[in-house]
T-cell receptor, first 113, second 115 residues
Framework: GENVEQHPSTLSVQEGDSAVIKCTYS??????FPWYKQELGKRPQLIID?????GEKKDQRIAVTLNKTAKHFSLHITETQPEDSAVYFC????????????FGKGMKLTVNP | NAGVTQTPKFQVLKTGQSMTLQCAQD?????MYWYRQDPGMGLRLIYY???????DKGEVPNGYNVSRLNKREFSLRLESAAPSQTSVYFC??????????????FGPGTRLLVL
């Protein structure tokens, strides 16, 4: 089955710096890659996703890139702010196949003012 | 439109006790899921239901049972709780549209402590 690895597990940056979170997946059939943000004590919420027919997607300060050949995808956050502090999860799923998503173990981002 | 709701928000059980976690969604979604979240382990799928009337095991189903009561409701039952089941439980749902894996929406979570 699918296996999603996420690195690093923690990251601390200064406000205004950029942050990058990397994920790898094992199942070449996976073609949907969402990213979730979870603030302390809250539910995970989708922040951006990408499908395998595109290589990059941007939404304001957030961008996601996908390299299908290498089976990895990354989340980029620019101009980080203290409110970006949270745990970020990547996931992988298969369009038209199983309805399941497989999640990475998460990365705790701390943005220091 | 409440989205995905879960009850209770918090529960303390003694080892061996049973309980049912309730989940409901009002978004007319086809698929529903139960995850557990433990520190450093991410979100692990316990059971899921691709559509009303069907349920399937996920990554960590042992010690749990589920019921897809109708399209809206998906419950998770612990028949004999164990301390290893201390965790935060999240229910999620999504609309399967045209074969595409769409966004999963999560409930607020149930924090369970088994003593």
């Amino acid at each position: 089955g699918e296996n999603v690895e996420q690195h690093p597990s923690t990251l601390s940056v200064q406000e205004g710096d950029s942050a990058v979170i990397k994920c790898t997946y094992s199942d070449s059939a996976s073609n949907y890659f969402p990213w979730y943000k979870q603030e302390l004590g809250k539910r995970p919420q989708l922040i951006i996703d990408i499908r395998s027919n595109v290589g990059e997607k941007k939404d304001q300060r957030i961008a996601v890139t996908l390299n299908k050949t290498a089976k990895h995808f990354s989340l980029h956050i620019t101009e980080t702010q203290p409110e970006d502090s949270a745990v970020y999860f990547c996931a992988a799923g298969v369009q038209g196949g199983s309805e399941k998503l497989v999640f990475g173990k998460g990365m705790k981002l701390t943005v220091n003012p | 439109n409440a989205g995905v709701t879960q009850t209770p928000k918090f529960q303390v059980l003694k080892t061996g006790q049973s309980m049912t976690l309730q989940c409901a969604q009002d978004m007319n979604h086809n698929s529903m899921y139960w995850y557990r979240q433990d520190p450093g382990m991410g979100l692990r799928l316990i059971y899921y239901s691709a559509s009303e009337g069907t349920t399937d095991k996920g990554e960590v189903p042992n010690g749990y049972n589920v019921s897809r009561l109708n399209k809206r409701e998906f419950s998770l039952r612990l028949e004999s709780a164990a301390p290893s089941q201390t965790s935060v439980y999240f229910c999620a749902s999504h609309l399967l549209s045209g074969g595409a894996v769409e966004t999963q929406y999560f409930g607020p979570g149930t924090r369970l402590l088994v003593l």
